[in-house]
């Protein structure tokens, strides 16, 4: 079946350099994709989005890169903080309107003082 | 405003009991989600509802069953639970299926 995957479980940084996390998909039809970041004990929070329809998007320290051809998905963070350390997940819509938001499975991003 | 609201947020169940978990939200969202998260899992979605009065199967939806009576309200139920369903769950709204989704704080489910 086709799924959303992650290429690496575990990722450990400086504070200041920069960090970035990959996620892989293989639905051809998803259309949708979504970074969230969850922090232990909590529930995820939304990060950023990027429609099918963009290659790229920034937000506050952070920036989406879409590739399609490769169907790959990547998750920059800039000047990593130690604020940012927890687990991020990517996530796809491949049902369109029908709602089918899919995870991976996540990778921990560690952040060294 | 409360935003996503998830009753209760601990529970442990014997084996063979059933509960119902409650999601409320305050949105006025269309879109709701149950998922399940195991340790060192990602979230896997075990059912989902587009409006009132329907639901959806998702990814694991073996065990569960869901209703959606009211706009605000996703119930969860586990009719006869098992080990195998201890996990923590989260509930989730979205105003469509291609926008964001917001997560309550989760309920951690144990079955002994």
């Keep these: ?113 | 405003n409360a935003g996503v609201t998830q009753t209760p947020k601990f529970r442990v169940l014997k084996t063979g009991q059933s509960m119902t978990l409650l999601c409320a939200q305050d949105m006025n969202h269309e879109y709701m989600y149950w998922y399940r998260q195991d340790p060192g899992m990602g979230l896997r979605l075990i059912h989902y509802s587009v409006g009132e009065g329907t639901t959806a199967k998702g990814e694991v939806p073996d065990g569960y069953n869901v209703s959606r009576l009211k706009k605000q309200n996703f119930l969860l139920g586990l009719e006869s639970a098992a080990p195998s369903q201890t996990s923590v769950y989260f509930c989730a709204t979205s105003l469509t299926g291609n926008t964001e989704a917001f997560f309550g704080q989760g309920t951690r489910l144990t079955v002994v």
């Design chain 1, 1 to 113: 079946g086709e799924s959303v995957g992650l290429h690496l479980p575990t990722l450990s940084v400086q504070e200041g350099d920069n960090s970035i996390i990959n996620c892989a998909y293989s639905n051809s039809a998803s259309d949708y994709f979504i970074w969230y970041k969850q922090e232990s004990g909590k529930g995820p929070q939304f990060i950023i989005d990027i429609r099918s329809n963009m290659d790229k998007r920034q937000g506050q320290r952070v920036t989406v890169l879409l590739n399609k051809t490769v169907k790959h998905l990547s998750l920059q963070i800039a000047a990593t903080q130690p604020g940012d350390s927890a687990v991020y997940f990517c996530a796809e819509n491949y049902g369109g309107s029908q709602g089918n938001l899919i995870f991976g499975k996540g990778t921990k991003l560690s952040v060294k003082p």
